[in-house]
């Protein structure tokens, strides 16, 4: 199973970015979705997830200018970013819960991370 993240780069302050994950290889179901990032010098931290069904749950510091969703279809997660600010910087990872058998453990996979860099 892998994790394919893409869309990270370099905006202004006040702009907008979308990201995307997609989940490949042997996998039966994919639950949970979700989006971490890590500033230098700091831990990781959750910025959104959605389950499954489309419910959506957000760190208070984007709430309202993130949005996340997924395509169940595609096993793709996506974040949009926007009214960027400079402490958005960071490397943002997507995650998974996944599921390869029918009556298997779900485990959860990382994606490589991409760089979110805000800026004038």
């Known amino acids: 199973v892998q994790l394919q993240a893409s869309g990270g780069g370099l905006v202004q302050p006040g702009g907008s970015l979308r990201l995307s994950c997609a989940a490949s290889?042997?996998?039966?179901?994919?639950?949970?979705m979700g989006w971490y990032r890590q500033a230098p010098g700091k831990q990781r931290e959750l910025v959104a997830s959605?389950?499954?069904?489309?419910?959506?749950n957000y760190a208070s510091s984007v709430k309202g200018r993130f949005t996340i969703s997924r395509e169940n279809a595609e096993n793709t997660v996506y974040l949009q970013m926007s009214s960027l600010k400079p402490e958005d910087t960071a490397v943002y990872f997507c995650?998974?819960?996944?599921?390869?058998?029918?009556?298997?453990?779900?485990?959860?996979?990382w994606g490589q991370g991409t760089q979110v860099t805000v800026s004038s």
């Open positions: 995650n998974a819960k996944i599921r390869r058998d029918y009556d298997g453990p779900t485990f959860s996979y």
């Open positions: 290889g042997s996998i039966f179901s994919v639950d949970v």
């Open positions: 959605i389950s499954r069904g489309g419910s959506g």
